[in-house]
């Protein structure tokens, strides 16, 4: 992430997570994930918010690079990982996941957003990598 400010990183934020509300404004709750993830997709491109869809994150061990380790549902202007979820509730092993995937990217925000709530903003969640 380099030199991208933190009043970027909390703008773009703000961006996504404005995107997020109109999605679940227009499709409600208790749908599958995979409707949220190819609509959000949509209302970024509307924004003109770069993104990239299912981004294989590698792992490295000892010295290898496995290019299949993981896949992030979305890495929005390279810089910010959005993992979503459509859950009853959200468990420490969600958060788990998305910390794990901004250490391994190097990054240091993560947006966690389950769309399975009444108020969106009640099903998102900032995970901080300290790197």
Known sequence: M???AASEINGLSDKIIGAAIEV????????FE????ECLCYEFNLRNISFE???????IYKGK??????????????TIIVELKSVSSVLPVH???????????????????????P??????KRIVNDL
């Open 95 to 117: 958060e788990a996941q998305l910390l794990n995937y901004l250490k391994l990217s190097n990054l240091k925000l993560g947006l966690l957003i389950n769309f399975n709530v």
């Open 2 to 4: 380099g030199g991208i």
């Open 24 to 31: 679940h404004k227009a499709m409600g709750a208790g749908l």
């Open 53 to 59: 869809q299912q981004k294989v994150i590698p792992i």
């Open 65 to 78: 690079t496995f290019d299949h380790g993981f896949r992030a549902d979305l890495l929005v202007e390279d």
């Open 34 to 37: 995979s409707v949220y993830e």
């Open 119 to 124: 108020i969106l903003k009640n099903g998102i």
